[in-house]
Nanobody, 123 residues
């Protein structure tokens, strides 16, 4: 299984950015794809995931209403649309495939990881 994540970037506060993550290989055993992020000096946290089969989603409280996760019809690519970005969203973002909880998204649920990508929100 391989995950190819799109590049992050530098965004001004209040701006938007879309990340994508494409999975390839033997992915039928995995039903969730999502994103974690790690800010400087902080632990990595699961911020959003989507169930590739049922389409259910999870968002951590800090991104609810600002971030939207979706998947393509082939169910191999997930998108994270980030809007109203804040400086505290600055972090290295990692996509992962594995499971996806409706009320939580923990590192232990990720079986494979994509490369991290830096998202910086700054004026």
């Amino acid at each position: 299984v391989q995950l190819q994540a799109s590049e992050g970037g530098l965004v001004q506060p209040g701006g938007s950015l879309r990340l994508s993550c494409t999975a390839s290989g033997s992915i039928l055993d995995y039903y969730g794809i999502g994103w974690f992020r790690q800010a400087p000096g902080k632990e990595r946290e699961g911020i959003s995931c989507i169930n590739l089969r049922g389409g259910g989603t999870y968002y951590t409280d800090s991104v609810k209403g600002r971030f939207t996760i979706s998947r393509d019809n082939a169910k191999t690519t997930a998108y994270l649309q980030m809007s109203s970005l804040k400086p505290e969203d600055t972090a290295v973002y990692y996509c992962a495939i594995g499971g996806c909880g409706s009320n939580y998204y923990w590192e232990a649920m990720a079986d494979y990881w994509g490369q991290g990508t830096q998202v910086t929100v700054s004026s």
